[in-house]
């Protein structure tokens, strides 16, 4: 037991320089996409295109974001988490500058929608990779929340700038000096996303004699130790129906927050919310997801039933979606604002650490990957609905009860999912006393 601490405590030390290292990576790459809503309009005006399309490269930004992850898998395994994790920063940066550059919709569509979100995706499995074989279980939520502060902390000051420069300097050389401002942070922070100590149960626990099931016990989850191939073991991941429980549930949430993040500016608008009450309450949101981060960064490792807090989170979303779109007085707004900002920030990190934490397979990147699939295919789609829902009604009312409709699914799908994790721990603890005859 004594030779475990060494290894998580040393494991543990890394794990923290590669959060470090991913806030400041994700301050330079998720920002960008995060603020995309601050310049939707303008880019929808001068390209002459309709809510949908516009929505589209937003869409394309955000699903190609997360589902680019199995070839991230693939790249790491070929290369290596830190050439592939530079790489993907240079070449984000170099998308945003050829954005700039673009007149056509389609270039657009490929360069900030397509490419820029890949080369994100890489840079987030590789973060989030890195910090789940870096850290022991108890310091995951608390790695991922750092993290995830970069990246709204990003969001906050790069939405502020397009506010300001998208107006003066128009949207195409904001996109230019985003370039810049992607390369000074996340190209050096890239350096440091790897691993480092796998955390493959030392050979220092192994002379002690201790198994990989009582390192995984002593550290309070029971994953599947295997020694199968790669591909077998994705192969009977996506076999089981517990693995196709957690997509949807996770599909569907997302679906309703790709509106949020997407389409919110847009939503205001549509109701003739006057241009200083929408900063407002974009800035709310931004604030609030920060501070909801900052929360899980301080308390993060005392949270112990992380897929129950997910649930919990699905259930509020349900009245306050409905809410929104019946009751568009500024109180409602104000309180609705700060309820999406903690909501989706929470959204962000524990969607991914309670994954595991339900899956328990052997390989977190397995988890990772297909949690990172399901947001992706919801962000691809997500906007459509609403979009087409607008662009038929002129307004995002029914949009917003539908997405109600989607976090009550979600939240039914993952308490399935933990009710079958329970029973599931139980069964194998019963096995295992039958088997030492206690």
Not at 161 to 174: D, M, N, P, Q
Not at 247 to 267: C, D, E, Q, R, T
Request: aromatic share 12%.
């Amino acid at each position: 037991m004594n030779a475990m601490m060494v290894t998580a405590t040393s494991s543990n030390m890394w794990g923290y320089i590669v959060s470090i290292a991913g806030f400041a990576a994700f301050a330079g790459c998720a920002a960008p996409i995060n603020s995309y809503g601050r310049i939707f309009t303008a880019i929808q005006h001068d390209l002459n295109i309709t809510s949908v399309e516009a929505g589209w490269i937003g869409s394309v930004s955000w699903s190609s974001n997360f589902l680019a992850s199995p070839l991230a898998v693939v790249l790491v395994q070929l290369t290596g988490y830190r050439t592939v994790a530079v790489f993907a920063a240079v070449m984000m940066s170099g998308a945003y500058f050829m954005t700039s550059l673009m007149e056509s919709y389609i270039g657009i569509l490929l360069l900030y929608g397509l490419l820029a979100g890949v080369m994100c995706c890489f840079v987030v499995h590789i973060t989030f990779s890195s910090i789940l074989k870096a850290f022991d279980p108890s310091h995951h939520n608390r790695g991922a929340s750092i993290v995830a502060c970069g990246s709204s902390l990003g969001t906050i000051i790069v939405s502020m700038a397009y506010e300001k420069l998208t107006v003066s300097i128009g949207w195409r050389r904001t996109l230019q000096i985003t370039s810049l401002y992607i390369a000074i942070l996340s190209i050096p922070a890239a350096f440091f996303l790897t691993p480092h100590d796998k955390r493959k149960y030392s050979n220092v626990a192994a002379s002690a004699g201790e198994t990989k099931e009582e390192v995984a016990l002593a550290d309070g989850y029971m994953p599947e130790v295997t020694d199968e191939p790669e591909n077998k073991r994705w192969l009977r991941l996506l076999l089981m129906w517990r693995s196709w429980l957690l997509f949807f549930g996770l599909f569907f949430p997302a679906m309703a927050w790709s509106v949020y993040w997407i389409n919110i500016i847009s939503f205001y608008e549509s109701i003739s919310v006057p241009a200083d009450d929408i900063f407002l309450y974009v800035s709310i949101q931004t604030f609030s997801d920060l501070a909801g981060r900052i929360f899980l960064c301080v308390f993060g490792t005392y949270l112990t039933h992380v897929p129950a807090i997910v649930i919990g989170c699905n259930l509020i979303f349900v009245p306050v979606t409905a809410v929104m779109a019946m009751v568009t007085v500024k109180p409602v707004l104000i309180l609705s604002s700060f309820a999406i900002g903690v909501g989706r920030g929470w959204f962000t990190i524990l969607s991914l650490t309670a994954s595991v934490d339900l899956l328990q397979v052997a390989n977190s990147d397995q988890a990772v990957s297909l949690s990172l699939l399901a947001l992706g295919f919801a962000f691809l789609i997500g906007t459509v609905p609403a979009g087409l829902i607008y662009d038929m009604t002129g307004s995002y009312s029914y949009a917003f009860v539908l997405n109600s409709a989607f976090y009550l699914v979600g939240a039914v799908l993952f308490a399935i999912l933990l009710v079958l994790k329970k029973a599931r721990r139980r069964r194998k603890l019963s096995q295992r006393l039958s088997l030492t005859g206690t």
